[in-house]
């Protein structure tokens, strides 16, 4: 079964540091999207990207956040100059069209941010 | 704002009983109510969905019951098995690019 995968389930990083969080999308799927979710809390919509440009974005995704397609397989979130408080787990997702479908989330990167 | 509210917070069902989660929501733009499962360890996945033209929703053991005028949606599950034991989260979207609200989550525990 085809699923999204992502890289590292883990990542530790010093306060001010950037961090590039990687995803693989499922192969035919176009729309392509980011959640995040602190520890205790409900997962929170980042961001959704489709045909090469963000379609939506949260409040929470500030100038510090980016994404990027870069080839035709790879998703990634970048955190420019990381801060305490964007310790969570990450969650990528993907969805073969962009309304009300079922959306794929892979297993998450934990992002600890010290 | 508190787009979705979900409830209980945690639920402890015996083998063979019927789990209740229930959420409610605000924004009556919103179009779509899926019911995700999330395992330790992983990302959630797509249990069941629901569009507001419809009461119900069946699938197995799993059921949505969809109230339009009150804004509350809840799942059901019957027969309740150990491997239901999970957190579930229900979610609401409205047009398009599925940006999903999320509850808070219920972690369901069913005892054998």
């Known amino acids: 079964e085809p699923e999204v995968t992502q890289t590292p389930s883990h990542q530790v990083t010093q306060m001010g540091q950037e961090v590039i969080l990687r995803c693989v999308p499922i192969?035919?799927?176009?729309?392509f999207y980011w959640y995040r979710q602190i520890l205790g809390q409900k997962v929170e919509f980042l961001v959704s990207f489709y045909n090469n440009e963000i379609s939506e974005k949260s409040e929470i995704f500030d100038d510090q956040f980016s994404v990027e397609r870069p080839d035709g397989s790879n998703f990634t979130l970048k955190i420019r100059s990381t801060k305490l408080e964007d310790s969570a787990m990450y969650f990528c997702?993907?969805?073969?069209?962009?309304?009300?479908?079922?959306?794929?989330f892979g297993q998450g990167t934990r992002l600890t941010v010290v | 704002q508190q787009q979705v509210k979900q409830s209980p917070q945690s639920l402890i069902v015996q083998k063979g009983g019927i789990s209740i989660i229930n959420c409610a929501y605000e924004?009556?733009?919103?179009?779509?109510f899926p019911w995700y499962q999330q395992f330790p360890g992983k990302g959630p996945a797509l249990l069941i969905a629901?569009?507001?033209?419809?009461s119900e929703k069946k699938e197995g053991r799993f059921t949505i019951s969809f109230n339009k005028s009150a804004k509350q949606f809840s799942l059901h599950i019957m027969d309740s098995q150990p491997g239901d034991s999970a957190t579930y989260f229900c979610a609401a979207s409205r047009g398009g690019f599925n940006k999903f609200y999320f509850g808070s989550g219920t972690k369901l525990n069913v005892k054998p």
């Open positions: 924004n009556t733009a919103f179009d779509y």
């Open positions: 997702a993907s969805s073969l069209t962009g309304k009300n479908t079922e959306a794929f």
């Open positions: 192969s035919n799927h176009l729309y």
């Open positions: 629901i569009r507001p033209d419809v």
